[in-house]
Every structure is written in structure tokens, then in C-alpha cells.
């Protein structure tokens, strides 16, 4: 059942069927969308799925005196080598863009800094890569260096992770453990000491990209409205995105698909176009790497590595003029396409199409990955996770539930309704129903009653014992 639908099953059994106010249906909307986050906490076994990702090796400097870094004379935030052919490769297709790197200065100190970006300019002969921090002076030279990946930060809407394989050749299991558990264990990557096929995968550090505070502005410019997508009213926001993940995951679009997404800006106003006229849309958006301080007078111009992902929400389809294929028009962001963070402006006239599969995700941040040993080569990793659910947008969204989770959905959000209706009775039934449906759909789905955890002994003999007892539940994942 669709969104729609159960709250029409819902306002059918408290006999409001012909209440017809939109605000009061957002209000039963609402109760939905609560109820299935209420249900998520209660059973998160019923929102399970799978994630994976490609490992990146470790990439370090080649035997000899040509493979070195040195700080950019004019910019404290770049590093440079001259290219060579005897060079390690490096990747200028933005994969390696947020990885981390080793510089060991002159002084024999290793210094680790997070990059912005990669990229090469034969014209002055050098390879570059930006730093988020910049280094101390503009005159160190011959540094050696060690490109890595220290975490892996699954899809956003990952809250846990069941298990995990290495899938391929090798193929096997990797043990999960607690981040506890690791560090006692001395699992933690140092200078890239142990690499090899990865045995064991634990949490490390939850991680959020800044989001845009500022509105994108919208006006109509002259030009032709061109398609194939057809001209309407629309209006839009934006994300900042960094970093590109591995070459076989892109969106439906053929786009890169992105390592970290920030949440949304505020909404744009509204704007009407139709198919017959000379108007295009200029949605503009603010100058990401100018505010980073990327600015037109230092090398690093444009290079933060951060980019902006377009979203448009349609409300109505033009059915004039040339373009008159029929498109839908559900009120809900869509992916329209990715800018560069310096780029002030994009317009459109419906040459790029607003991607049904690729609907705007709520971002709070992302759950990463560490790996034990440091792997050694590009590895497909699969893992078995429990995502959180996606919103009940439209009326036609329908929750991946089987319909066993949509009934007690429903009973949930009728315990929302009756508190909000002064019937305390029938909320506390609701409740006992939803219960009921619970405990079924426990015995039925999950191995391990969810509602128990470990309880904490009363004598410990050490620390460590002391913080497993404490965040440790029965499937190892803190």
C-alpha cells in the first residue's frame, strides 16, 4: 500500500473519511512518516539491505628522486611534482578527491592532511593536489609522500551494519568488531605498516558535510525551451557534494556518484515556463570555492574539490508548443544535475531531465568503515546494513514494508491520531495492538528479540570489559 492508502485506512476506521483540508491530511501524513521512523527504532530488521564499495589501495611515492612533492612556491595550500614518466600514477578523475595523505617534510616529520583535489596541468608541467589545511611554508622540497583511504563511509541512510565480505577473488567474511575491540587490538592503520586481503572491519568516524545555508535565486533569461523534458512551473535547491566513488557506481544519469553529499539549501521560489516560449530558467547558486577562500589570485583556484548537485521539484507540465510527451508531476525533489563549485550559474531549457530514481535524500551525516589489514589492492566489499527509511513524500511513495510492517504502521499512527484527537483510551489500545504486532513480527523476521540488550555485569575485571558491557549489543556493532 502507497501512502495514500493507508491513510485513507487509517482516517476510514476513525471515521473521518470525508475530511477533505489539506492541512489536516498533512497532519495524518506526519503521523505516517513518525510512525514509520517509531517503527525503524522498534524493528530494525524489517529495513534491512545491502551497501557495498571498492577498497583503494594505498599509493606512495616511486623509488628514485623524480616522485617528490614540494609546497607551491605562490600557494601554501598546494602541493606539486613534476610529471614524469617514471612517476606513480595518480588519478585526476576524482576518486582520490577527500583522500588523506602522508607528507614526510625535510625534516624527516610526517604531516597528514586531508586533499581537496587532484588534478594535472601538462602546459606547466606539474601534478597537484590541495590541501584543507595549508602547509607550513612554500619552501620545503624532495618530501616523499603516501596517499590513503582510512575510512569508507557508506550511503547515507546507513545506521548499522550487519556483516560484511570481501566479494571476488579472494572471497570470504571479514570479522566485525567494536571500535573498542579494535583499538585494544591495535588494529589501527600506522604509516601503512600491514596491508593485505582485509580480516576485519569495525566503525570508524561519523562525518557531515556542511550544508548551504542560501537560497538558489531563479529568473527567466531569453532562449529557446528546448527539452526533451517539457517546460512548467518548477522550483529548486542545491547539496554540496565532494568526491567521486569508484568508476562502476553512477547515478541513473550516467553521473558520478558522489562520496559525501550535504543536506539541502532552503527552496528557491517558484517559476513558470512553457514549451512555446523564449524563456529558460537561470538558476544561480553561490560561489562554493570563492568562500573557501579558492580564490581567482591563488593556484588553488577552483580546486576545493566540492561541487553542487541541482534538485527540482515539478509542480505542473506545459502541454503547449512542440514538446508533448506526458510527464509526470509528483512535488518532489529530483535529481537535475552537478555543477562545479566555482560555476555561479546553470541554465536550463529541459536538456537534462529531472531523475525519478534519484529522488533528494535526507543527509545526517554518514557512518564510515575502517578496515584491518589496509587493503592492498581494489577490492569489492559488500555489506548486509540497516537503512533508514526513506520518507512518505507523495501519496503514491509506498514504504518497503511487506504488508504485515504496513499494518502495524497504521496501528502506530492511529496511536499518534487518538492522542492528537483527546482519546486517550483508544491511543493506549492502538499501542497495545501495535505491540502485539511487534512481538509477531519479531518472532517472524528477526533472530534476537531486538527490544533486549546485554545488561551491564556488576563487577568487571578491567576497562575494556567494562566498555564492551556498555556498547556492545548482541550483533557486535556499537
Known amino acids: 500500500m502507497n501512502r495514500g492508502d493507508i491513510r485513507t485506512q487509517l482516517l476510514r476506521q476513525v471515521d473521518r473519511l470525508t475530511t477533505s483540508s489539506q492541512d489536516y491530511l498533512d497532519v495524518i501524513n506526519g503521523f505516517l512518516n513518525r510512525g514509520q521512523q517509531v517503527l525503524f527504532n522498534d524493528a530494525p530488521f524489517l529495513f534491512e539491505g545491502d551497501a557495498r564499495f571498492w577498497t583503494q589501495p594505498d599509493v606512495v611515492n616511486a623509488t628514485g628522486t623524480t616522485d617528490r612533492l614540494r609546497a607551491a612556491p605562490t600557494d601554501r595550500f598546494v602541493m606539486q611534482r613534476a610529471i614524469n614518466a617514471s612517476n606513480t600514477a595518480w588519478q585526476f578523475n576524482g576518486t582520490w578527491d577527500g ?3 602522508e607528507i ?3 625534516n624527516n616529520e610526517v604531516h597528514l592532511h ?12 606539474n601534478d597537484y593536489f590541495t590541501l584543507v589545511e595549508p602547509w607550513p611554508n612554500t619552501s620545503d622540497t624532495g618530501m616523499t609522500y603516501r596517499i590513503l583511504t582510512p575510512d569508507y563511509h557508506l550511503p547515507s541512510d546507513v545506521v548499522e551494519v550487519r556483516s560484511a565480505r570481501l566479494w571476488g577473488d579472494p572471497n570470504h567474511n571479514l570479522t566485525v568488531l567494536n571500535e573498542y575491540d579494535a583499538e585494544d587490538m591495535r588494529l589501527i592503520d600506522f604509516r601503512g605498516r600491514y596491508t593485505g586481503y582485509p580480516q576485519y572491519v569495525f566503525l570508524g568516524k561519523h562525518w557531515q558535510l556542511p550544508a548551504p545555508t542560501l537560497a538558489p535565486t531563479v ?6 525551451w528546448s527539452g526533451p523534458d517539457n517546460a512548467g512551473r518548477f522550483d529548486f535547491l542545491y547539496t554540496y557534494v565532494w568526491g567521486t566513488k569508484d568508476a562502476a557506481i553512477l547515478t541513473p544519469q550516467n553521473l558520478a556518484e558522489v562520496v559525501w553529499e550535504s543536506a539541502p539549501s532552503p527552496v528557491s521560489a517558484t517559476i513558470t515556463t512553457t514549451n ?4 529558460r530558467i537561470r538558476i544561480a547558486t553561490p560561489d562554493i ?3 573557501l577562500g579558492y580564490v581567482a589570485t591563488a593556484l588553488r583556484q577552483g580546486r576545493s574539490g566540492f561541487r553542487k548537485r541541482i534538485y527540482g521539484r515539478r509542480y505542473t507540465a506545459a502541454v503547449d508548443g512542440a514538446i508533448v510527451a506526458p510527464v509526470e508531476s509528483p512535488q518532489v525533489f529530483m535529481l537535475l544535475t552537478e555543477i562545479a563549485g566555482d560555476t555561479a550559474t546553470f541554465d536550463y531549457f529541459g536538456q537534462a531531465q529531472l531523475d525519478m530514481r534519484r529522488r533528494l535524500k535526507q543527509v545526517h551525516g554518514y557512518r564510515a568503515l575502517r578496515l584491518y589489514p589496509m587493503p592492498d589492492a581494489r577490492y569489492e566489499m559488500h555489506c548486509r546494513v540497516q537503512f533508514r527509511p526513506a520518507p512518505l513524500d507523495h501519496d503514491q511513495d509506498t514504504p518497503r514494508l511487506g504488508e504485515d510492517g504496513v499494518d502495524a504502521l497504521l496501528q502506530k499512527a492511529l496511536e499518534f491520531f487518538y492522542d492528537f484527537d483527546s482519546q486517550p483510551d483508544m491511543s493506549v489500545k492502538a499501542r497495545a495492538v501495535y505491540r502485539d504486532m511487534l512481538s ?8 534476537l528479540d531486538w527490544g533486549v540488550t546485554r545488561r551491564e555485569p556488576a563487577r568487571v575485571r578491567s576497562p575494556t570489559a567494562a566498555r564492551r558491557s556498555k ?4 550483533d557486535g556493532i556499537t
Not at 583535489?117 to 608541467?125: G, Q, R, V
Open 289 to 291: 570555492d570563492h568562500q
Open 99 to 101: 583522500r588523506w595523505v
Open 104 to 106: 614526510t617534510d625535510p
Open 114 to 125: 586531508q586533499v581537496g583535489e587532484f588534478w594535472t596541468d601538462p602546459l606547466a608541467a
Open 276 to 279: 512555446a516560449g523564449v524563456q
Open 471 to 474: 556498547a556492545v549489543r548482541w
Open 219 to 224: 529568473s527567466a533569461v531569453a532562449g529557446a
Open 440 to 447: 509477531t513480527l519479531t518472532k517472524r523476521y528477526g533472530s
